[in-house]
């Protein structure tokens, strides 16, 4: 079934301009303002709709494995970077999706003094941006297909 439904993931990493990372106790307070909840695989995850059970728009996870953020260790622990990821096709339409996703890492990278990466690394351009919009809308146009 996999083969027939095929899936692409997105994602874009935030860095700490602190070197020292970020502080798990406000980047987990902040993700909450922003509308997140912590859940499945312990990461945090923007949920369609208004119910505790609503699928993922997308996720948050932290940079070092095993990606999950572990809420009884939030006075101590520090992060170096986040993964911002969704994958498609998800609950609502790509479009909307890189949209929220777009706003939200905006206003969190905002938050928290950080600054964006592409999901390998590299810098995040708006080059980079609009490369991510046209696999997305190729990705959605083949699955029409």
Do not use: C, W
């Amino acid at each position: 079934e996999a083969s027939q439904n095929p899936r692409k993931v997105v994602a874009i990493r935030l860095m700490s301009n602190d070197k020292s990372g970020f502080e798990a106790e406000g980047l987990i307070l902040v993700l909450r303002e922003l509308g997140l909840r912590h859940g499945r695989f312990g990461v945090f995850h923007r949920l369609e709709g208004e119910e505790k059970d609503g699928a993922a728009v997308f996720s948050v996870a932290s940079l070092i494995e095993p990606g999950s953020f572990d809420l009884t260790r939030i006075k101590t622990e520090l992060y170096p970077g986040i993964s911002i990821f969704m994958t498609l096709p998800g609950p609502l339409s790509g479009f909307s999706s890189i949209e929220d996703m777009m706003d939200f890492t905006r206003e969190l990278a905002r938050r928290i003094d950080a600054y964006l990466l592409a999901e390998q690394g590299g810098t995040f351009s708006i080059q980079r941006e609009r490369y991510l919009r046209e696999e997305i809308k190729q990705f959605e146009h083949q699955d029409l297909d």
